[in-house]
């Protein structure tokens, strides 16, 4: 079990450029989950996946924002026309089915200048 | 909807002495509770959850939390805390299987061990 991972780690940015951020969960987890945290703060629902399906959307995330699973595999996160508001850590979790454990990764933490 | 709220941003302990942190949840049904705990650069790690069987919750490294329905709360402890536990500790509260399970996480504890 090599566990979640993300990359990349740290990704800094200048205001107004595109990012993407990839996720790769643990294999046999059909759900796929990403959360953003500020600094100080605890770690807020942006979306998640079923398979390749995504199921929900939260208000935090703008038109900016896009997300996939392909192939129900691994998730990119895309953020359009960078802010300095999106900077914070970006972290992916997964999980079975049920109600599961959800198993996160390292994160991505995001600086946007 | 589901809420969590802990009581304390701050908590500073000494070595060896026990270590309390305080949440409180606020849910529309039965919740699915957990205590994570975040060290400096490092993921979220799983220190225990609550899924309505035993309401006292044993997890790893020594900690424990107790689920009490009549006082909304899923305090964690430990009895003796040692330098390793300083870090960063989220109450969270799962959402309805139905709804993916989302989670919502409190706005953590920072937990400081003196010598």
């Known amino acids: 079990d090599t566990g979640v991972s993300q990359n990349p780690r740290h990704k800094i940015t200048k205001r107004g450029q595109n990012v993407t951020f990839r996720c790769d969960p643990i294999s046999e987890h059909n759900r796929l989950y990403w959360y953003r945290q500020t600094l100080g703060q605890g770690p807020e629902f942006l979306t998640y996946?079923?398979?390749?399906?995504?199921?929900?959307k939260s208000r935090l995330l703008s038109d900016r924002f896009s997300a996939e699973r392909p192939k129900g595999s691994f998730s990119t996160l895309e953020i359009q026309r960078t802010e300095q508001g999106d900077s914070a850590m970006y972290l992916c979790?997964?999980?079975?089915?049920?109600?599961?454990?959800?198993?996160f990764g390292p994160g991505t933490r995001l600086l946007v200048l | 909807a589901q809420s969590v709220t802990q009581l304390d941003s701050h908590v500073s302990v000494s070595e060896g002495t026990p270590v309390l942190l305080r949440c409180n949840y606020s849910?529309?049904?039965?919740?699915?509770l957990f205590w994570y705990v975040q060290h400096p650069n490092k993921g979220l790690q799983l220190l225990l959850k609550y899924t309505s069987a035993a309401t006292l919750v044993k997890g790893i490294n020594g900690f424990e939390a107790e689920f009490k329905k009549s006082e909304t709360s899923f305090h964690l402890t430990k009895p003796s805390a040692h330098m390793s536990d300083a870090a960063e500790y989220f109450c969270?509260?799962?959402?309805?299987?139905?709804?993916?399970?989302?989670?919502?996480f409190g706005g953590g504890t920072r937990v400081l061990v003196k010598p």
């Open positions: 969270v509260v799962s959402g309805l299987e139905a709804a993916g399970n989302k989670l919502t």
């Open positions: 996946f079923q398979n390749e399906a995504q199921l929900e």
């Open positions: 849910s529309s049904y039965s919740p699915s």
């Open positions: 979790a997964s999980s079975l089915s049920g109600p599961a454990t959800q198993y």
